[in-house]
DNA sequence: ACAAAGGTACGATATAAATCGTAGGTTCAA
DNA sequence: TTGAACCTACGATTTATATCGTACCTTTGT
């Protein structure tokens, strides 16, 4: 129940967790360590303070401790991404998409997903 | 040449400069307090930082200091766009689309606005 | 002429987030 | 059996940001 967002270090312990599901402190710090220097003990800190807050669940088992999200990723990252149109797009998303084409930058695979994931939308919505 | 993001409240103040040019720190502060409480010296403060780093343009007239925006809507937009995809959705454009379009509340005339801007976009890559 | 109302400048402080050091426990191999 | 290499817990600190108080201007109405 807990409608706080994740900041910036808990998203990025997130995103390993939810790419990998049960981890330890240390597979997660090294995943993170991958792209940005942190010591092992500030991923810890990081983790237990989000135990605190209910964001991640806890299993020991055989003295090793593991950890996977509380949160959905899917609900998490529409939380994180209407705040996000609010104060970046002044609410409108379809100026984010038009920002998102806009210059030549996203690959072009990107642009096929998209465009099939708004026909499949469309397919599921005749009704509109 | 200033490539570190606004902040929140420095985004904040931008997205009332961008929607009304050149402003007053009186005006950018009510406009904003439409929203959410702030004392008219913090808006003030900010403003001054961000002038600091370029942010921000001012002009005095009659005695009356004026700001506009130094940064462009459109550019700094986009820099927030990459960096909430990277962060967020892990790169991928089209999971944020998904998203997007994921549960219902997403409004029909956003979502209409959304396709128009793909077939404009389809129309003029033919080539693609 | 001066008080009230409004402005700017800027140091100080508050708050939130992130980082790390250190204490102390366990495991395991020489 | 002891010390190296791991681990966890947690307080203290650092850093970035946001907020505000206060000093000191200028303008304007009476």
Not at 34 to 51: A, D, F, N, P
């Given at each position: 129940m807990s409608y706080t967002l994740p900041t910036d270090s808990e998203l990025e312990i997130l995103q390993v967790l939810w790419a990998n599901g049960l981890c330890t402190v240390r597979f997660v710090n090294?995943?993170?360590?991958?792209?940005?220097?942190?010591?092992?003990?500030?991923?810890?800190?990081?983790?237990?303070?989000?135990?605190?807050k209910n964001m991640l669940d806890r299993v020991i088992e055989e003295r090793t401790h593991y950890?996977?999200?509380?949160?959905a990723e899917e609900t998490t990252q529409k939380s994180l991404l209407d705040e996000f149109v609010a104060s970046t797009f002044r609410g409108s998303a379809s100026s984010l998409v038009l920002r998102m084409l806009g210059d030549g930058d996203t690959n072009l695979d990107e642009i096929q997903k998209i465009k099939a994931i708004i026909s499949e939308f469309e397919n599921q919505n005749q009704n509109l």
């Open positions: 090294d995943k993170i360590n991958e792209h940005r220097e942190v010591g092992y003990t500030s991923t810890l800190k990081t983790m237990q303070l989000m135990m605190d950890y996977k999200a509380a949160l």
